[in-house]
């Protein structure tokens, strides 16, 4: 069964950085999509970025130009850089991992079968 693990959560002041990573187990990175998600209380879970196998990336507006989403195909890790952290970005964050994708990777929740466990960021105003 795929294995998800993030880690790198923590707690930020506004305008600071971190950094998040996952790494999948008994998961092969081709033709398929990994991502980024979060939720916060009382909201949706949405997807923050996503890349396709071949490095394609898809952003959330409002993550563009300060997160980056970035892998590793050959440790099948997935990893987000977030920078100029803002208090809205305060949520859990997933992981997450598709089956056989043909196609643009899209930052839709019910497209990724496979979750981590989460990893909390929280950003101080």
Known sequence: QVQLVESGGGSVQAGGSLR????????????NCMG???????????????ISSDGSTNYADSVKGRFTISQDNVKISLFLQMNSLKPE???????????????????IPALFAYWGQGTQVTVSS
Do not use: I
């Open 36 to 50: 980024w998600f979060r939720q916060a209380p009382g909201k949706e879970r949405e997807g923050v970025a996503v």
């Open 89 to 107: 970005d305060t949520a859990m964050y997933y992981c997450a991992a598709s089956r056989a994708t043909y196609g643009p990777c899209l930052r």
């Open 20 to 31: 998040l990573s996952c790494v999948a187990s008994r998961y092969t990175r081709s033709n």
